[in-house]
């Protein structure tokens, strides 16, 4: 494994979860644009980064893309039920 | 679930999604043929770039037709073609802070954002790396790819809200930049954490932006007038100029002086040219044919941005003679048009091998004499080898025409075959 492998990982996650703090206010997400996010991420990564896995198998910058796309998916579905409904019903 | 309840789920889905296709789809599509182009023609090299701009043009041109057709059979009043003016002037500002917020990492560690505006001018215009000709229509393809990844923020999603900004501007698209530069851009350089933080970073920053935007134009605008509207135009004007006029000064009054000065002391190497293996006999018949090897290096340096790069040279000429006993005893040259480079790889993990292989090149040179001339000549018969190599040495950015020489009294190393 590439010893570059965890500190890349480990400084993403910690980033990426600074980045996402603030948004833990936000309101419940509308289901077009949850369907959106937890869609467009594996439809990327199957288009984008598995032929490169294919060639060259899990890398740092590979599994980069999989925590980013992990989080989308599970920051969208927590949304969903942990947030209030709005007044529109979404 | 029965199969008409099943038929009619279907028949619904199906329905969903060709609403969703013609409402946002087809103009995301539209809009994202800047950020598609570079991954097809400079990422993933499906195309040359300047061909995948093709797309964009057609794209662009296509724009207009399909927006006016919308308008025309939208009733959704949340369809995008409706805002699309100001989504487009909303998405000057964010492509603009995701190179603004990166400024301070240059000062703090060294980071240069507009070192792939080259590749991007390169590619489309064939201009040479490193040079205002290049520089100056990557940095207009590089706001035209910022400002469609925003707006193609704002057309996919009903809600501009910071959760999907960050989801989709701050996480998506800096993995995906995290993933696509190091594994087919970044070549002979290393993408250490930092630098990936640093994507995120200025990703973060962006969909910041994208997403105060909408807010700003809707709350903060309307209560601005006068001087306060002037200042916050002439504000947002500065902000979009700024990754451009940064690069231009930094790359006059810093990257040229420095590859210069690095270019200079790669070209003054001691013992850059010199005598590897010395002559040996190669066959006797009507002629006598001599070889000997001369070692061009070491080749590597690090650029302004720490980029590995070779030090090339093109074309190399190396005439020379063989004597023994004060007499000539052969006539050497050879030619070479290109030396083996790892700076023509294109993908990264290409460039290492070639690299490390080519720390050192050998250029073999033939020499041919009288075969008389190799009578008395056997294993450790003092010779003496004369070159001279001429050359156009290629650096980062500079190129000089150097001639080496040489006179080195050596030994046969091989007798009569």
């Given at each position: ?35 959106t ?11 984008a ?17 999989i ?21 529109t019903?979404? | ?14 329905s ?81 802070m ?9 000062f ?28 100056f229509?990557?940095a ?62 200025a ?86 044919r ?108 500079e ?12 030994q ?6």
């Amino acid at each position: 494994m590439d010893p570059g492998f965890w500190p890349q990982i480990g400084l993403l996650t910690l980033v990426f979860v600074l980045a996402l703090i603030p948004t833990l206010a936000s309101r419940h997400m509308e289901p077009a644009d949850r369907t959106t996010l937890i869609v467009i991420t594996p439809v990327t990564f199957v288009i984008a980064v598995l032929p490169g896995v294919f060639v060259w198998g899990i890398n740092k910058d590979s599994a980069s893309y999989i925590l980013g796309g992990f989080l989308i998916v599970t920051v969208a579905i927590l949304n969903t039920r942990l947030q209030p409904r709005t007044l529109t019903g979404d | 679930m029965d199969a008409t309840c099943m038929r009619r789920t279907a028949g619904q889905l199906v329905s969903s999604l060709w609403g969703w296709v013609l409402e946002r789809g087809i103009l995301y599509a539209l809009l994202e043929t800047p950020v598609l182009a570079i991954m097809g023609g400079i990422f993933y090299r499906v195309v040359p770039y300047r061909y995948a701009l093709i797309t964009i043009l057609l794209a662009f041109m296509a724009l207009p037709f399909w927006v006016s057709y919308r308008r025309q059979v939208s009733m959704n009043r949340d369809e995008p073609v409706h805002h699309l003016h100001r989504y487009a002037l909303y998405s000057l500002l964010p492509g603009a802070m995701f190179t603004v917020a990166r400024i301070p990492t240059h000062f703090l560690w060294g980071l240069i954002y507009w070192h792939p505006w080259y590749d991007f001018g390169a590619e489309l215009t064939g201009a040479p790396l490193g040079q205002y000709s290049s520089l100056f229509p990557g940095a207009l393809l590089n706001a035209l790819q910022g400002w469609s990844i925003a707006m193609g923020f704002y057309v996919l999603f009903r809600r501009h809200s910071l959760i999907n900004a960050v989801l989709y501007i701050g996480i998506y698209d800096s993995s995906l930049y995290s993933y696509v530069f190091p594994t087919y851009s970044r070549v002979g350089l290393q993408s250490p954490p930092l630098w990936h933080a640093v994507d995120v970073w200025a990703h973060v920053a962006m969909a910041f932006t994208a997403w105060v935007m909408p807010v700003f134009h809707s709350r903060a605008w309307p209560r601005f007038a006068g001087v306060a509207r002037a200042a916050a135009v002439a504000l947002m004007a500065a902000i979009v100029l700024t990754p451009t006029g940064f690069a231009f000064w930094r790359a006059t009054t810093w990257q040229f002086p420095t590859d210069e000065s690095i270019d200079q002391a790669t070209f003054n190497r001691p013992g850059l040219m010199a005598v590897k293996d010395g002559p040996s006999l190669q066959a006797v018949d009507l002629d006598a044919r001599y070889k000997f090897t001369l070692r061009f290096g070491p080749r590597g340096f690090n650029n302004y941005f720490r980029q590995a790069r070779d030090l090339d040279a093109a074309p190399v000429r190396v005439t020379g003679t063989l004597s023994h006993d004060g007499r000539i005893i052969a006539w050497c040259s050879t030619y070479v048009e290109r030396l083996e480079s790892p700076n023509r790889v294109t993908a990264p993990q290409q460039f290492w091998p070639v690299f490390r292989r080519t720390q050192f090149t050998d250029i073999p040179v033939q020499c041919m004499g009288p075969a008389s001339g190799a009578a008395d000549l056997g294993a450790g018969s003092e010779v003496t080898v004369q070159w001279s190599a001429q050359m156009t040495l290629i650096g980062d950015r500079e190129r000089q025409t150097r001639e080496f020489f040489g006179r080195d009294p050596t030994q046969l190393s091989a007798g009569r075959p």
